[in-house]
């Protein structure tokens, strides 16, 4: 009896640790953390730890800091359906299907890497497909660039000394000088391109959406086989991707673009 007691005690006080880290902006240290809740920091980093091995939470391990993971985001999915950007981002995403015939994908920056949270696929038979739920290194992303390039430069050069860069093909950024070429170009044309950096013949455009703070909190994208988008064509797709990010900032209490 008592053992299940002590077991119930530890899961309540894991909900409570993931309820105060789901109420903060930023990631915590885990002294913060056992000081809102009342815990040993000693049980505090036990339960974080136990946490982290089912990615219920990750640990940023340049800022000292802890964060929601990515399983707590699975389970909440139908709530964040319902009550975020996801919900009325999804009918910008159809609009854009229907307005380029390819994927339109809507996705956020986590741990260094862009994650897919809503899609509308492609109506052709060759599709180009990364799942709701999958990851990809940011700098190999058009959409992890697009919200990178947001950043004030002193926040890419933490990001870029924590996590590196990635190559999934011989066309992914590799060294910082292309980088930072790139984000400037980004900045310039508010829209960035994956290039066949992910995968060999995919072609990718992204924007980003900016919430009621400003701050980008999101990204929406259109993605195809690059005989399909080609690169004259880029421009033509970037401006439609353009018009739905700032179409969805609009839509949840954020900015358009300027």
């Known amino acids: ?44 980093h036990r339960l974080l730890t136990t946490l982290e091995n089912d990615e219920f939470v990750h640990f940023d391990h340049g800022q000292r800091e802890w964060h929601v993971g990515r399983e707590a985001f699975a389970v909440g999915a139908n709530y964040l359906q319902k009550r975020s950007y996801v919900a009325p981002g999804m009918g910008q995403l159809r609009r ?4 380029t015939k390819e994927t339109a994908n809507l996705g956020c920056l986590e741990d260094g890497q862009l994650v897919t949270l809503g899609q509308a696929e492609s109506r052709e038979i060759m599709r180009a497909i990364s799942p709701p739920g999958g990851r990809v290194p940011a700098t190999c992303s058009a959409m992890g660039k697009a919200l990178l390039a947001t950043w004030p430069d002193t926040e ?34 508010g829209f960035a391109v994956d290039d066949e950096e992910h995968a060999r013949d995919l072609r ?24 399909r988008v080609t690169r004259e064509r880029i421009q033509t797709v970037a401006n439609k991707v353009m018009t739905a990010a700032s179409q969805l900032s609009l839509r949840i209490g954020g900015q358009k673009r300027l």
């Not at 530890?10 to 109420?23: C, D, E, H, N």
């Not at 854009?96 to 307005?99: E, M, N, P, Q, S």
């Open 1 to 44: 009896m008592e053992a299940r007691e002590s077991h119930v005690q530890s899961v309540s006080r894991a909900l409570k640790l993931m309820t105060i880290l789901g109420k903060s902006s930023r990631g915590m240290r885990v002294s913060d953390l056992a000081r809102e809740s009342g815990l040993a920091v000693s049980t505090t």
């Open 156 to 189: 890419i050069d933490r990001f870029i000394t924590r996590h590196g860069f990635t190559a999934l093909t011989a066309r992914s950024i590799t060294d910082p000088a292309s980088f930072w070429s790139e984000i400037a170009e980004i900045r310039h044309s």
């Open 96 to 99: 854009l299907r229907d307005a």
């Open 204 to 227: 990718c455009i992204g924007a980003a959406v900016l919430g009621p703070s400003g701050e980008a909190i999101a990204a929406i994208s259109v993605s195809g086989i690059a005989q």
